[in-house]
């Protein structure tokens, strides 16, 4: 990849900046609410706005990209990144969305470990995608993200098979059990998405090398 696209005479790096701290505040924010279920909704809210910001960012990188002439590969790069943190995004908020839906009163502890590793790997984003612009090829956070990726799967599986044993008894377990499994689902899924995220960076930092 030609890494004169996130040089200065270019807006990709200024802009793909500002979507991982946009996503990094988000997904705090998420990490905040499976720790403390007071005032849910004004945190969702405040997740909505954040995830809307990201969706106008991302708009913003495809319109750049749009008046930009450059080859069809960088131009994959560019589209791929961005792709990657408009569904991470969309990810974060249906996590959200659905802890606001169901009022949860009881917070299930393998859920809340695992917001808390989806927080870790975001924060994780803004300094690999520094590296693509300066020396170094992101071997140490490249190696904390497989880790946490490692410790989310652990904790994806320790959660939901608390979740399946707690739901026999009455309908009420059930029912509570089904909502946390769907909660489980979708941090899953954001799990995956930033995986993903950090992949595509990676592959950019690679092609530097």
């Given at each position: 990849?030609?890494?004169?696209?996130?040089?200065?005479?270019?807006?990709?790096?200024?802009?793909?900046?500002?979507?991982?701290?946009?996503?990094?505040?988000?997904?705090?924010?998420?990490?905040?609410?499976?720790?403390?279920?007071?005032?849910?909704?004004?945190?969702?809210?405040?997740?909505?706005?954040?995830?809307?910001?990201?969706d106008t960012t991302c708009r913003e990188i495809e319109r750049e990209l749009s008046l930009t002439f450059i080859e069809?590969?960088?131009?994959?790069?560019?589209?791929?990144?961005?792709?990657?943190?408009?569904?991470?995004?969309?990810?974060?908020?249906?996590?959200?969305?659905?802890?606001?839906?169901?009022?949860?009163?009881?917070?299930?502890?393998?859920?809340?470990?695992?917001?808390?590793?989806?927080a870790e790997m975001a924060a994780e984003i803004g300094p690999l995608l520094e590296i693509v612009v300066r020396k170094g090829n992101g071997a140490a956070n490249r190696e904390r993200l497989r880790k946490l990726k490692e410790e989310a799967g652990m904790f994806l599986l320790v959660g939901l098979g608390e979740v399946y044993e707690s739901a026999g008894g009455s309908v009420d377990h059930l029912l509570e059990a089904i909502k946390w499994s769907q909660i489980y689902d979708r941090l899953e899924d954001a799990v995956s998405c930033l995986e993903h995220t950090a992949n595509v960076i990676e592959r950019m930092i690679l092609k530097k090398v």
């Open positions: 990849m030609n890494m004169n696209l996130f040089n200065n005479a270019f807006p990709f790096f200024r802009l793909f900046h500002k979507q991982a701290g946009t996503l990094g505040d988000a997904v705090k924010k998420l990490d905040g609410l499976f720790h403390d279920f007071k005032a849910v909704p004004d945190q969702c809210k405040h997740i909505d706005a954040l995830v809307a910001a990201g069809s590969l960088d131009r994959e790069d560019i589209r791929d990144l961005n792709r990657a943190f408009e569904l991470t995004f969309q990810a974060v908020r249906a996590v959200s969305r659905r802890i606001g839906l169901y009022g949860f009163h009881n917070i299930e502890k393998g859920a809340g470990e695992l917001a808390f590793c989806l």
